[in-house]
């Protein structure tokens, strides 16, 4: 019989029996139990502040732990204190004097020369995830209410369609990009995609539009929780989609 030792106060002991040439030996090992599990620290989203310029972060409505476990507090603060601060900066540097500078985003993304990459990019990143963060609430999800609700089953046919119909979008995205539920020019609701951080608003959209609800596809949006299973993430967004806001950005785009 062998017995290892280790210099740690917890120990459970576990025994194994083998067998070898028709004798049956017994070998017991001293093995240290788990510690206490390590708490990850997570800062506060006010901490996170973007560098001087023309826009700063729109506040985080939540704590990082409040869309789990559909959104690990993780990816929200790696997403949020990481991604979107670089694109806000990445901005108010490309914008600094330049005849944008003084714009409002919505203003900046209509006029934008598409064939420059650097605002291009960093306005689409900043605006796309200012509208992400809002369309998601803890203990949301659900269904749609009053004029939007009813809105979705005349353009769509029901809600249940315009689900399949977002859902399959997102998930046939290749790459990188954006799932997009819009006011069209028209006035009626469509469900579109961009690559990268395009978006509606931009002149080359193929569907331009007003977006009212925004999915982010990129891998650092969901690769933490769900690797390669982008369906399950698209499936548990809409577990955490608040569906007021979505209705307030319908009101003020039908306004328009």
């Given amino acids: 019989m062998k017995k290892f030792n280790f210099?740690?106060?917890?120990?459970?002991?576990v025994?194994?029996?083998?067998?070898c040439n028709n004798k049956k030996l017994t070998e017991v090992v001293e093995v240290p139990l788990p510690t206490a599990q390590e708490k990850i620290s997570l800062g506060i989203p006010d901490d996170v502040k973007a560098n001087e310029g023309s826009f700063?972060?729109?506040k985080l409505p939540y704590s990082y732990?409040?869309?789990a476990p559909n959104i690990s507090a993780t990816t929200m603060e790696m997403h949020y204190s990481k991604h979107y601060l670089t694109y806000t900066n990445n901005l108010n540097r490309a914008l600094a004097g330049t005849v944008l500078e003084n714009l409002t985003i919505e203003e900046i993304l209509s006029k934008l020369d598409v064939?420059?990459?650097n605002i291009r990019n960093n306005a689409g990143g900043y605006y796309n995830h200012t509208l992400y963060w809002q369309c998601m609430a803890p203990k949301a999800g659900g269904l749609p209410q009053n004029i939007l609700a009813e809105t979705i089953t005349t353009d769509f046919g029901s809600f249940e369609n315009f689900a399949t119909l977002f859902?399959?979008?997102?998930?046939?995205?290749?790459?990188?990009?954006?799932?997009?539920?819009?006011?069209?020019?028209?006035?009626?609701?469509?469900v579109t995609s961009t690559q990268n951080q395009d978006n509606p608003l931009m002149r080359n959209a193929l569907i331009p539009g007003t977006p009212i609800l925004a999915l982010d596809v990129w891998e650092h949006a969901y690769y933490l929780d769900y690797q390669y299973r982008r369906k399950n993430?698209?499936?548990?967004?809409?577990?955490v989609i608040n569906w007021k806001k979505v209705a307030e950005n319908y009101d003020a785009a039908i306004k328009k």
Avoid: H
């Avoid at 210099?7 to 002991?13: A, G, N």
């Avoid at 025994?15 to 067998?19: A, E, F, G």
């Avoid at 859902?167 to 469509?190: H, P, R, Y």
């Avoid at 993430?233 to 577990?239: E, K, L, Q, V, W």
């Fill in 56 to 58: 700063q972060l729109e």
């Fill in 233 to 239: 993430y698209i499936d548990a967004f809409f577990s």
């Fill in 167 to 190: 859902k399959n979008e997102a998930t046939k995205q290749f790459g990188s990009g954006w799932i997009w539920l819009v006011v069209d020019k028209a006035g009626k609701l469509q």
């Fill in 15 to 19: 025994t194994l029996l083998l067998s």
């Fill in 65 to 67: 732990d409040a869309l």
């Fill in 7 to 13: 210099c740690i106060p917890c120990l459970v002991l």
């Fill in 115 to 117: 064939n420059d990459a």
